[in-house]
Structures are given as C-alpha cells and as structure tokens.
C-alpha cells in the first residue's frame, strides 16, 4: 500500500468518524443506545492507529 493511499484511507476514516460522532449526538438527545456506534468508533480509532503506524514506517 502507497503512502498516498494510506492517507486517503486515514483521511476516509476520519470522515465517517464525524458523521458517526454527529449520528450519535442525535441518537442520545433522542434517548435512543449508541452502543453499537461507540464501538465503530473504537474501531476506527485501532484502525487509524494502525494506518498512522504503517505511514510512518514508509
């Protein structure tokens, strides 16, 4: 994998990282579980983790 696309992955993560931020901010003012997002988040945060890691070792 190319630097290039490490970042534009890096850069894709972050955006569904937001949108799911923004969908659980409605969820909670509506009372409705947010368990199964906050683990998406998790998620994505390991795999920027892991994304940053192997960009640094290019």
Do not use: F, P
């Not at 947010?34 to 795999?47: A, F, P, T």
């Amino acid at each position: 994998m190319s630097k290039q696309e490490i970042q534009q992955n890096i850069n894709e993560l972050k955006m569904e990282y937001v949108r799911i931020q923004g969908d659980i901010e409605k969820l909670e003012s509506t009372g409705h579980s947010i368990v199964k997002l906050e683990q998406r988040l998790s998620m994505i945060e390991e795999e920027l983790s892991n994304y940053r890691y192997a960009l640094e070792k290019i």
